[in-house]
């Protein structure tokens, strides 16, 4: 099993790569370090459930409610 390497041993293998390598390295970790940072500041939990939230509201109309308000509605 490998262990997970270092800040000082990835940063000695980065000082191998070309200065384009470099480049396209620093490109790389921006979009994902970009692209983590968005996911973690939009993905947050709800703070209650929507059951939760719509609990002061009631029992829901029945199908036969709904019905007969909607003749009411379309009767004029």
Known sequence: MQETPIFEEALALV????????????????????????QQTTHQ???ESLYGICADLGPAPSAEEIDEVRREMWSF
């Open 15 to 38: 000082k191998q790569l070309s200065p384009g390598d470099q480049a396209r390295l620093i490109e790389y970790l921006a979009a994902t370090l970009a692209n983590t940072l968005q």
């Open 45 to 47: 939990p709800p703070t």
